[in-house]
Nanobody, 119 residues
């Protein structure tokens, strides 16, 4: 059974930090490129960070220098360390493969984890 479970979100003041985790089952993270996506209120979901199967990382411009994506293949887990958070980082954050995982002919998404940054 395929499952992506995100956790670690919460309410934090501007300038604070959070560490998001994503544990997968039914998907082998080590052989997949993985990404963290954010969906802000009223906006489309977009990729903010990615890590390839061989460890290359890349980020959306607005989070460069503040967010760090990493992976622990032994735990089948992907992390997103978020520092110097800003109110505009407020969103639901999801992890997924790159491209996104297809299940029953549809993009599969976990439940996500809410990040709220207060000013």
């Amino acid at each position: 059974q395929v499952q992506l479970v995100e956790s670690g979100g919460g309410l934090v003041q501007a300038g604070g930090s959070l560490r998001l985790s994503c544990v997968g089952s039914g998907i082998i993270f080590s052989i997949n490129n993985m990404g963290w996506y954010q969906q802000a209120p009223g906006k489309q979901r977009e990729l903010v960070a990615r890590i390839t199967s061989d460890g290359y990382t890349d980020y959306k411009d607005s989070v460069k220098g503040r967010f760090t994506i990493s992976r622990d293949n032994a735990k089948n887990t992907v992390y997103l360390q978020m520092n110097s958070l800003k109110p505009e980082d407020t969103a639901v954050y999801y992890c997924n493969t790159l491209p996104t995982w297809i299940l029953n002919n549809r993009n599969y998404w976990g439940q996500g984890t809410q990040v709220t940054v207060s000013s």
